[in-house]
T-cell receptor
Framework: AQKVTQAQTEISVVEKEDVTLDCVYE???????LFWYKQPPSGELVFLIR??????QNEISGRYSWNFQKSTSSFNFTITASQVVDSAVYFC????????????FGGGTRLMVKP | ETGVTQTPRHLVMGMTNKKSLKCEQH?????MYWYKQSAKKPLELMFV???????ENNSVPSRFSPECPNSSHLFLHLHTLQPEDSALYLC????????????FGPGTRLTVT
């Protein structure tokens, strides 16, 4: 079974729409970390956020917000008022203490924002 | 700019060639990583170096040989590759191999003919 599942392989929205990217993870560790990365067409992954398993407080950074819910093992990412520059592939990742803290990535969600 | 550079950005090589990919980080980090990203699979961790020592080798074929001469440089030596090795190879670095976020380079797009 995949440890990190991003069920949405591709999402297309029109500019200014809000969009939520889903991430569901699986772990037996009580201590773990979750990450979101953005991969624009240029190729490099850009770090967006890190969240530890003891901090379920939601976070907002500009138009970006993250909803972490341990009860459903989800760490969803919402972009408010999407822009064309948000078009990219977004990856959710899990780091488990008992797995040597190595990152396990989900399959990614390709977001296309149309003008 | 992420502070992690990779060269070359694109590489085409035959199955009998030997080539090397280079990664350099300007962030003062102690850990460096090689990942493979292909169309059919999620990002796959290949190798991890911490303080210039290899700490992870994720069952990678021996035709891929990493080298980390110092904490700022990482190489991936390639020889007798197969067409299925064609992929985007990404380098990353982090402050440590713990739960630190990793910073990625732009990748080398490798095509094996």
């Amino acid at each position: 079974a995949q440890k990190v599942t991003q069920a949405q392989t591709e999402i297309s929205v029109v500019e200014k729409e809000d969009v939520t990217l889903d991430c569901v993870y699986e772990t037996r560790d009580t201590t773990y970390y979750l990450f979101w990365y953005k991969q624009p067409p240029s190729g490099e992954l850009v770090f967006l956020i890190r969240r530890n398993s003891f901090d379920e407080q939601n976070e907002i950074s500009g138009r970006y917000s993250w909803n972490f819910q341990k009860s459903t093992s989800s760490f969803n990412f919402t972009i408010t008022a999407s822009q064309v520059v948000d078009s990219a592939v977004y990856f959710c990742a899990l780091s488990e203490v008992n797995a040597g803290n190595m990152l396990t990535f989900g399959g990614g969600t390709r977001l296309m924002v149309k003008p | 700019e992420t502070g992690v550079t990779q060269t070359p950005r694109h590489l085409v090589m035959g199955m009998t060639n030997k080539k090397s990919l280079k990664c350099e980080q300007h962030l003062g980090h102690n850990a460096m990583y090689w990942y493979k990203q292909s169309a059919k699979k999620p990002l796959e961790l290949m190798f991890v170096y911490s303080l210039e020592e290899r700490v992870e080798n994720n069952s990678v074929p021996s035709r891929f040989s990493p080298e980390c001469p110092n904490s700022s440089h990482l190489f991936l030596h390639l020889h007798t590759l197969q067409p299925e090795d064609s992929a985007l190879y990404l380098c990353a670095s982090s402050s440590g191999t713990g739960t630190w976020e990793q910073y990625f380079g732009p990748g080398t797009r490798l095509t094996v003919t």
